[in-house]
């Protein structure tokens, strides 16, 4: 009995030692593995240790990730309605439901002689929410909407000035801490401090849509130049003429002799104008299809010889004749086209007509790497031009295209702000930070109308600026060697 007590312990103290030897041994290959990873070279570890050399950069870019936050969080940061509230013993979510379902779940009728709360969809009736007498109420940091007007904080109320507030019994007086405007109201009487936070949301919207569209219009066009140059890219000559006529007419019939169709349908609403837009698009990719498809009837030896297409000719033509344009110009005329004014056109107006920086970079970069072996190793495997472009040679390129983006997205916030300073293309009853400088301008002792925004704007330029410049250094193509 002992011996096999003995037996079992052996055993046991050889299995423990064998997993520690394993152990052991799988820690150093371990070890071994990390050393060779070191020894690689790894461009987007030491572009990112460059990027985090630069202090200044990297403070920028926990200022953009704040900013990014206060966007997606605005509707709780800055809202006339309570967090959450016990009235008349009920529950309700203010807040959240306002989020969630569009106008609120819940709302106040005060039409009744008893006041209660309703679905939203029974009754749509405004109120102040702050003279209500709750059970228990959680607000907002900031107690306002940016649309909220104030009456009795009306006339330009200064941040150090006296502000007044109702309460739930009626009484007007000083107005509590939480309640305060802490950066001033307008002429109207809706807070500044809302209005910057929820303005925010609309200039981080409007800098990553309209160079979101920017940079697919710049990458494709400027990938095409760049790998196919004037002489890459063949094609039968009846159907590169036939090409070019369906591109005129369907210009013509898909967008010049529908255009007041189209400007009818932004009149009736931005979503109908989208559609229409789509309806356009849809006329002209098919009359090109129907031309290139009618190529293939005539069969004229001569007009079935191949002719080089010079692609790169056409977009750089294009590029030179957009740039010739003053941007701000073309985009007030063509905001002045649509009636109904919709901060989504504008975006669209920023993006096509902001692309031209991209495709030249774009451009630049495949001019510089088309030569290079595995491109050379792509087409002698019989791959499709398609797959080479996309799948070999565009991720190689897009480094310095991602510094022009990053400008890019701080010239269509400081353009968005402009129209809105100028009053042109933006809602009225949106508010961003150029219609909150607008105000100041026609007040000029309204310091706050014009510091506050204005910084807003400046840091938010700043902090788009010095990522991009921190990430040109980082990003420099002479260190991938």
């Known amino acids: 009995m002992i011996t096999m007590n003995l037996l079992i312990i052996f055993s046991l103290i050889l299995f423990v030692l064998s997993l520690y030897k394993d152990g052991y041994i799988l820690n150093k290959k371990e070890q071994k593995n990390e050393d060779n990873k070191k020894e690689q070279f790894s461009f987007k570890v030491y572009a990112w240790k460059q990027f985090k050399k630069n202090k200044a950069a990297l403070i920028a870019l926990y200022l953009l990730g704040l900013l990014t936050l206060v966007a997606i969080f605005a509707p709780f940061i800055a809202n006339e309605k309570p967090l959450y509230a016990i009235y008349k013993g009920k529950v309700i979510y203010p807040v959240f439901d306002e989020v969630l379902y569009g106008e609120g779940k819940y709302i106040i009728n005060q039409n009744s002689d008893d006041e209660e709360i309703i679905e939203f969809n029974e009754l749509k009736t405004s109120f102040l929410w702050k ?5 228990k109420v959680i607000w907002a940091p900031i107690t306002f909407s940016p649309n909220t007007q104030d009456e009795y904080n009306t006339d330009y109320a200064s941040p150090t000035d006296k502000q007044q507030y109702r309460n739930y019994q009626g ?13 001033g109201t307008d002429q109207m009487g809706r807070d500044l401090a809302a209005g910057l936070i929820h303005g925010t949301r609309i200039s ?23 790998f196919f140059g004037d002489r890459g890219l063949k094609m039968r000559r009846i159907k590169y003429y036939f090409t070019l006529i369906g591109i005129f007419l369907g210009l013509f019939y898909g967008y010049g002799s529908r255009k007041y169709i ?43 010889k191949e002719v080089t297409v010079p692609i790169d000719s056409f977009v750089s033509r294009g590029i030179e004749l957009l740039n010739s344009i003053p941007r701000l110009i073309l985009i007030i005329t063509v905001s002045a086209v ?73 010239s ?70």
């Open 131 to 135: 003279e209500l007498e709750y059970d």
């Open 171 to 183: 009484d007007l007086v000083e107005c509590p801490k939480g309640f305060r405007h802490f950066l």
């Open 204 to 226: 981080l919207k409007i800098g990553l849509i309209s160079m979101g569209i920017a940079s697919i219009i710049g990458i494709l066009l400027g990938a095409f130049a760049g």
């Open 262 to 304: 189209i400007q009818d349908g932004f009149n009736n609403g931005t979503l109908s104008g989208f559609v229409e837009l789509f309806i356009s698009l849809l006329i002209f990719i098919g009359i090109i299809f129907i031309f290139r498809q009618l190529s293939r009837l005539i069969q004229i030896k001569s007009l079935n």
């Open 338 to 410: 649509v009636k109904e004014p919709s901060i989504i056109i504008i975006m669209v107006i920023i993006g096509l007509t902001s692309w031209t920086g991209i495709a030249r970079f774009t451009r630049a970069e495949f001019l510089r790497i088309r030569s290079l072996e595995y491109i050379s190793a792509s087409k002698s495997l019989g791959f499709s031009s398609t797959r080479t472009i996309f799948r070999h040679a565009l991720p190689n390129s897009l480094a310095p295209v991602f510094v022009s983006i990053a400008f890019g997205i701080a």
């Open 412 to 481: 269509a916030i400081l353009i968005e702000s402009g129209l809105s300073f100028l009053g042109i293309g933006v809602p009225e009853d949106i508010v961003t930070w150029g219609s909150l400088l607008n105000l100041g301008r026609q007040y000029h002792e309204a310091w706050w109308l014009i510091i506050f925004p204005g910084i807003a704007i400046f840091l938010t330029i700043t902090v788009y600026n010095m990522i991009a410049e921190a990430s040109r250094d980082a990003l420099d193509p002479k260190l991938k060697s």
